[in-house]
Every structure is written in structure tokens, then in C-alpha cells.
């Protein structure tokens, strides 16, 4: 295979997945709390033994997170939560592992713990599980994270809701259970009251994805892959022809 075909091959390879990507975003449209991925491509220039000749190949280089915040919806249920700033609420694993997220949808269990839509336990700000005492009859969320729980009449403060932060966001991965990820010795606490970082209590934090424009780079991508495609069958039929004239007896 020469290298028109590579290169072609190679361009066809970041196009799918950014085609992967793409239809990803596109799936979690209404996800809520959902950022968007988005890939990251260079060249990659390769000398040829011709002086002056080079070949320049497509490398995925990165997938990685919109920062983006989506915009904050009014649901007036008490255990929605809207994170408005960069922080994430931290979850606890089945396995006992961290996840990280900014799906404010909670309840509370059987067992009096606050967890996420998904069952999984949610974080104060020392890593501990939020536990609610028995007989709760109104639950308040303040700015800082703060649940006040009103039991028999009388407020009764719980703990803090954790909110942590990476250091680097391009270090931030998503992992397959919807979670996100944070190198643990990137993970910073956001102290009480930090500015530009609050709970929004009632609240619920929309998917960054616009599906107008992943519709638009879907079918951007669609083209770009058929006619690298052409491209590569093209040089395939040069290939088999010359083949053949060079085979063809005298």
C-alpha cells in the first residue's frame, strides 16, 4: 500500500472517531448535567528517503471535555441540585471507587443516605456518605452545600454536600458508567462559599450539547469519510491497473 492510501486510511481512522464522538454528544442530549466531548487532531509529518518529499498522516491526539456549563432549569424539587461554577459533586462506586458528576438529581434511600438518580451514594466534603436522620419531613440546600434537614419541627444540619474540582481539566476522563474521572492527586476540595461556585437548590443543570451543530459536524464528518473513501479506492484501482500492465507480457 503507497502512501496516498495511508494517508487516506489514516484521515478515515480520525474521522470515525470523530464520527464516535459525535453521535455520542448527540445521544446524551438530554442528559442531564452531560458535557460534550469534543477530539483533537495534528498532522504528522513523515520525511521521505526523496530529498524534499514528505507525507504529512492524521493523529488522534485527544478526546476531551467541554468546560462549558449548561444552563440551569427550575424543577422546585428540593433534592435537585445545580451546580452554578466549575466544581463536580463526588459519588461513591460500587466498588468503592470515586466517580465525579454534575447529574443533581438525588433522593434519599431506604437507608437514609442521599444518593444520585443512580443509587449511588453522594459525598459530603470530607469523602464520607450523607446520612439523614430518620423522620425528615423538609430538606434546604444552601449556596455552600449545606443540608439542613427538619426533623419533629427543628432544623437539624446534616453535613455539606462535597464539591471538588481537578486541577488540570484536560486531565478529566469520563468513565463508562456515566461517571466522570479525576487523577486523585489532581482532586481539590472548593471551600464554603468560594466565589463564582454556589448549589442552586430546586435546580437542574441541561446538557451542553447543541444537537443543531453535532448534526451539522455529523454530516461535515459523513462527506469528509466518503471522499477520503474515493480517494483511497481511486489509488487502489491505479495500483491494480499498473499491476497488471507491468504483468502483461511484451
Do not use: C, W
Not at 448527540?26 to 487532531?41: I, V
Not at 471507587?97 to 431506604?110: C, E, I, M, N, Q
Not at 443516605?113 to 459525598?123: I, K, M, N, P, Y
Not at 464539591?163 to 476522563?173: K, M, Q
Amino acid at each position: 500500500m503507497d502512501s496516498p492510501s495511508i494517508v487516506g486510511l489514516s484521515g478515515q481512522l480520525a474521522l470515525r472517531q470523530q464520527m464516535d464522538v459525535t453521535a455520542n454528544n448527540l445521544a446524551n442530549t438530554n442528559t442531564t448535567g452531560f458535557r460534550g466531548d469534543r477530539t483533537l487532531f495534528q498532522s504528522h509529518v513523515s520525511r521521505l528517503a526523496v530529498p524534499g518529499r514528505e507525507i504529512a498522516f492524521v493523529q488522534d491526539r485527544a478526546t476531551y471535555l467541554d468546560v462549558r456549563q449548561g444552563s440551569l432549569s427550575t424543577t422546585g424539587n428540593p433534592l435537585d441540585i445545580a451546580i452554578d461554577g466549575e466544581a463536580f459533586l463526588a459519588v461513591e462506586r460500587p466498588n468503592g471507587g470515586r466517580g465525579y458528576t454534575r447529574d443533581g438529581r438525588l433522593r434519599v434511600d431506604a437507608g437514609s443516605t442521599l444518593v444520585d438518580a443512580s443509587g449511588r451514594a453522594v459525598l459530603d466534603e470530607g469523602g464520607g456518605r450523607m446520612q439523614l436522620p430518620d423522620r425528615v419531613t423538609a430538606v434546604e440546600i444552601r449556596g455552600d452545600g449545606t443540608l439542613v434537614a427538619t426533623v419533629d419541627g427543628r432544623a437539624e444540619q446534616v453535613g455539606r454536600i462535597g464539591l471538588f474540582r481537578g486541577g488540570d481539566l484536560r486531565a478529566i476522563r469520563k468513565g463508562g458508567d456515566g461517571l466522570l474521572e479525576i487523577p486523585a492527586a489532581d482532586v481539590q476540595p472548593v471551600p464554603p462559599n468560594t466565589p463564582g461556585v454556589r448549589m442552586v437548590q430546586g435546580s437542574l443543570e441541561a446538557s451542553t450539547v447543541q444537537p443543531v451543530l453535532e448534526l451539522t459536524n455529523m454530516t461535515t464528518v459523513q462527506r469528509a469519510y466518503e471522499n477520503l473513501q474515493r480517494i483511497v479506492s481511486d489509488d487502489d484501482s491505479r495500483v491494480r491497473k499498473m499491476i497488471d500492465a507491468l504483468g502483461r507480457p511484451n
